[in-house]
DNA sequence: AGACGTATATTCGCCTACGAGTATTCGGAG
DNA sequence: CTCCGAATACTCGTAGGCGAATATACGTCT
């Protein structure tokens, strides 16, 4: 998964961002801040990964290590800080980030790129099922958004960010079965006869396919 | 990575899809027609994890080996038909990424979840370099919409989807922009003094980022 | 005919992700 | 006081992802 970064791992930056204040933290009180303050919605969380991660932080000197103490007669714990290149790798990666867009691969476009081998007639019916979900969740944040009315909008880009992304999709898929429906959507006579004749691409498609 | 599905890989759907005619292929030429058929762009394809994603499919029974051929003095190849199962794995597994929406984890969300350690005069430039790269990104795209004007549009929704995406994205990022411009986004002041006080939010905050 | 680049076809091994397990302490209920 | 569940704080083993290496054959330029 990592590639460029030395250390891949998005959660890597997560970590970086709590340490900035410049206390330290140990690893347990880490995951604890992250889920308190609802960083799993933005982020895959597994404590499992976040010690392999600080460990990676620390092998590439962007952490270290504060003498390991100990508290009452809990386990030992120990206490992380971030470094100068810790900091410098934090703005440099998340000043990529946010400049750069990333290529992803969102599980439904994979799914919409295969989409011929379902009839049409069902993929009609699975996207009305999405369009419902897709409802609901945004019904859901919108609501969320109102709840936290208070807190300074700034600390809830990534939720609106999210919502207006959902509710393009769902105007998006809205616009597909309209398409669909009032066959303006060219091929879908073919997208049928491709499917009946059990996934075989006609002849005639096979050049176009294949020349793309 | 994999959870309920017994091969979570989602190369697994694209090569369960191009077994869905009958014929029997070897996992070299899965990789050639799916790299042919530009299915890089909807999905990651190595192939090292194509070879384990077959073997994962073989071992849960949705595809089966075919006596190993040898044709000229090539490296033997074994070919893989599609199992019933397969089959059925396959609408089964396509049907629920279509209708059910995944909590899928952009970078740039996660990005923006902690935007609050950089200056609000940084976002802003970074910003903008997102929003030129993101139109370029488009009109490259468009302009690939516009050379295939033959194939059916069905071949070629999951470009459509990916192009609403990324101009409902930039359509935000400007709206963003432009309500940190006029001052009307709520909270840049307090950002501002955030990030000046070295990222350390101030008391009164603490309960509402707890609270959440 | 030899050399060299490209296409064919797969294996290997390292590293990361992460579920599941372990060990300790604390805070109540009874 | 003691039992027990929840919280604290990690450790470990396994499976999967993927870069890189390997090995053969083919085409073609000289």
Request: aromatic letters at 6%.
């Amino acid at each position: 998964m990592a590639q460029r970064r030395k250390v891949g791992n998005i959660l890597g930056l997560a970590l970086l961002s709590l340490l900035v204040p410049g206390d330290a933290l140990h690893p347990y009180e880490m995951a604890r801040i992250l889920r308190h303050t609802g960083k799993e919605q933005d982020m895959n969380i597994k404590v499992g990964s976040l010690y392999t991660v600080v460990q990676n932080l620390e092998k590439h000197g962007f952490i270290e290590a504060v003498t390991a103490e100990r508290d009452g007669r809990r386990p030992e714990r120990t206490p992380y800080k971030i470094t100068p290149a810790g900091r410098a790798e934090l703005t440099d990666w998340l000043g990529e980030l946010v400049a750069v867009p990333q290529h992803e691969y969102p599980r439904f476009r994979a799914a919409l790129s295969i989409l011929g081998v379902l009839s049409p007639d069902d993929v009609v019916r699975l996207l009305e099922r999405r369009l419902d979900a897709l409802d609901a969740e945004s019904a859901a944040q919108r609501r969320e958004l109102d709840d936290a009315g208070d807190l300074p909008r700034v600390f809830l880009i990534e939720v609106e960010y999210t919502l207006a992304m959902r509710e393009a999709e769902a105007a998006w898929v809205r616009g597909l079965l309209a398409a669909i429906a009032d066959d303006s959507l060219s091929g879908v006579r073919e997208w049928r006869e491709f499917h009946d004749a059990g996934g075989r691409p006609p002849p005639e498609w096979k050049e176009m396919l294949d020349s793309e």
